[in-house]
């Protein structure tokens, strides 16, 4: 009998959205849940609530702020909502929709931003998930750059993409971007099975994926788009690890069949039920109880999941 997979529950039997209505084990804010009894509802709202409790570690240039090296170095090595609202309420306990100056921000990735979005999203009602993938605005043109967005349902229109990075005017205009950032067009953020069906398609350079292009470094290529399924399947089944956070199968010699398999599943409509029992039944993208943690700053270490 194989094990189940970190996070597991059962195969839901009702309409799909309403299992991104519950948090995970990464979203749940714990003893911080009073804080949200006073938060809005619309999606938008939001969205710029938790812009204004994180600063990207990569944002302190363009809000004039010097990140301290110990928080560039281990705010975004916390996984757990629960963790990152304590260490936000630390520096400031004003209520959450309070704005955070820059200096008593959280400083994370766009994980953490579409994560708190996330949980704020899914305590009003409204079921969201995250998405890993690659966006062609946040870095040189033909580049498709490693991003998180959240994915939130609505109503008429079934499942829309949000990026919470640009809810604050300054960040979208730094990037030049022309659309709304509670609707992101899905031409211009892939999703990562998406990005891997275009690569194995040669419709785009493997290259043009990743953290920075080739000629900065080793990070992009095939098996990045290989290793961000994996990211993304574990986030469709509210597995939310840090983007780092390595498991299975994933070199330069990555095999193609479970990716393939993970974008047949993953682009379009989600068919939740097979996501579920592919991510509980194949070893190699079932997020283990301990994963390998690839920390840009701290280093490699294994560490083991709640």
Same mark, same amino acid.
């Given at each position: 009998?194989?094990?189940?997979?970190?996070?597991?529950?059962?195969?839901?039997?009702?309409?799909?959205?309403?299992?991104?209505?519950?948090?995970?084990?990464?979203?749940?804010?714990?003893?911080?849940?009073?804080?949200?009894?006073?938060?809005?509802?619309?999606?938008?709202?939001?969205?710029?609530?938790?812009?204004?409790?994180?600063?990207?570690?990569?944002?302190?240039?363009?809000?004039?702020?010097?990140?301290?090296?110990?928080?560039?170095?281990?705010?975004?090595?916390?996984?757990?909502?629960?963790?990152?609202?304590?260490?936000?309420?630390?520096?400031?306990?004003?209520?959450?929709?309070?704005?955070?100056?820059?200096?008593?921000?959280?400083?994370?990735?766009? /994980?953490?931003?579409? %994560? =708190?979005?996330?949980?704020? &999203?899914?305590?009003?009602?409204?079921? +969201?998930?995250? *998405?890993?993938? #690659?966006?062609?605005?946040?870095?040189?043109?033909?580049?498709?750059?490693?991003?998180?967005?959240?994915?939130?349902?609505?109503? /008429?229109?079934?499942? %829309? =993409?949000?990026?919470?990075? &640009?809810?604050?005017?300054?960040?979208? +205009?730094?990037? *030049?971007?022309? #659309?709304?950032?509670?609707?992101?067009?899905?031409?211009?953020?892939?999703?990562?099975?998406?990005?891997?069906?275009?690569?194995?398609?040669?419709?785009?350079?493997?290259?043009?994926?990743?953290?920075h292009p080739p000629e900065e470094g080793p990070l992009n290529g095939a098996w990045f788009v290989a290793h961000s399924t994996r990211l993304d399947l574990a986030a469709l089944n509210k597995v939310e690890t840090l983007l780092w956070d390595t498991w299975g199968t994933g070199s330069t010699n990555t095999p193609h069949a479970?990716?393939?398999?993970?974008?047949?599943?993953?682009?379009?409509?989600?068919?939740?039920?097979?996501?579920?029992?592919?991510?509980?039944?194949?070893?190699?993208?079932?997020?283990?109880?301990?994963?390998?943690?690839?920390?840009?700053?701290?280093?490699?270490?294994?560490?083991?999941?709640?």
């Amino acid at each position: 009998m194989r094990p189940k997979p970190h996070g597991s529950s059962p195969v839901p039997s009702a309409d799909f959205p309403a299992f991104y209505l519950g948090q995970s084990a990464f979203s749940d804010p714990g003893t911080h849940l009073p804080r949200y009894t006073e938060l809005p509802k619309d999606p938008r709202q939001l969205s710029r609530i938790a812009r204004n409790l994180i600063i990207h570690r990569l944002e302190g240039r363009l809000f004039h702020h010097h990140i301290p090296t110990s928080r560039l170095h281990h705010d975004a090595e916390t996984r757990y909502l629960d963790d990152i609202l304590h260490l936000i309420t630390e520096r400031d306990p004003a209520p959450l929709s309070h704005p955070r100056a820059p200096a008593d921000r959280f400083v994370g990735v766009c /994980r953490d931003l579409a %994560l =708190l979005h996330c949980s704020f &999203l899914r305590h009003v009602g409204i079921p +969201a998930r995250l *998405r890993c993938g #690659f966006a062609d605005y946040l870095g040189p043109d033909g580049f498709h750059g490693d991003h998180v967005a959240t994915e939130y349902w609505d109503d /008429r229109r079934g499942w %829309l =993409l949000a990026d919470p990075q &640009l809810a604050d005017p300054r960040v979208a +205009a730094a990037w *030049r971007v022309d #659309f709304d950032p509670m609707d992101v067009p899905r031409d211009r953020f892939l999703v990562a099975g998406r990005a891997w069906r275009t690569i194995r398609a040669d419709r785009a350079a493997a290259g043009s994926f990743g953290v920075h292009p080739p000629e900065e470094g080793p990070l992009n290529g095939a098996w990045f788009v290989a290793h961000s399924t994996r990211l993304d399947l574990a986030a469709l089944n509210k597995v939310e690890t840090l983007l780092w956070d390595t498991w299975g199968t994933g070199s330069t010699n990555t095999p193609h069949a479970p990716y393939d398999e993970v974008a047949h599943l993953t682009v379009g409509p989600v068919d939740l039920p097979a996501v579920r029992r592919l991510f509980a039944e194949h070893d190699a993208l079932r997020t283990p109880k301990t994963v390998l943690s690839l920390a840009p700053f701290n280093g490699p270490r294994e560490v083991t999941l709640r």
